[in-house]
């Protein structure tokens, strides 16, 4: 079973920077794929980025390209989220995830998740 825990959400105005952490509760990175997710009240839950743990590669949502970098610190066992020049739109709570999968982009494809931290940018 693998535990997550999200930090690092809070208010703040648009075009500001914010890094979300997600530390897992054992070394998880070298075995699972890692991702980021989003989702507003009435809307689904939809992918931000991932992360494959055996090359680096990357893959963001359209709209967060160029504005947010995905991570991992493995000797800590965390995944972070890099969020530049936010915009109100970005307004969510950000929940990270871990899939079986060496590479995820889908939801239906991670087992585990966090419980999220909301992020809300103000025009």
């Known amino acids: 079973q693998v535990q997550l825990v999200e930090s690092g959400g809070g208010l703040v105005q648009t075009g500001s920077s914010l890094r979300l952490s997600c530390a897992a509760s054992?070394?998880?990175?070298?075995?699972?794929?890692m991702g980021w997710f989003r989702q507003t009240p009435g809307k689904e839950r939809e992918f931000v980025a991932a992360?494959?743990?055996?090359?680096?590669?990357?893959d963001y949502t359209d709209s967060v390209k160029g504005r947010f970098t995905i991570s991992t610190d493995n000797a800590k066992n965390t995944l972070y989220l890099q969020m530049n020049s936010l915009k109100p739109e970005d307004t969510a709570v950000y929940y990270c995830a871990a899939s079986a999968l060496l590479w995820a982009t889908r939801k239906y494809q991670y087992a585990y998740w966090g419980q999220g931290t909301q992020v809300t940018v103000s025009s």
């Open positions: 992360i494959s743990t055996i090359d680096g590669t990357t």
């Open positions: 054992r070394r998880t990175f070298s075995n699972y794929g």
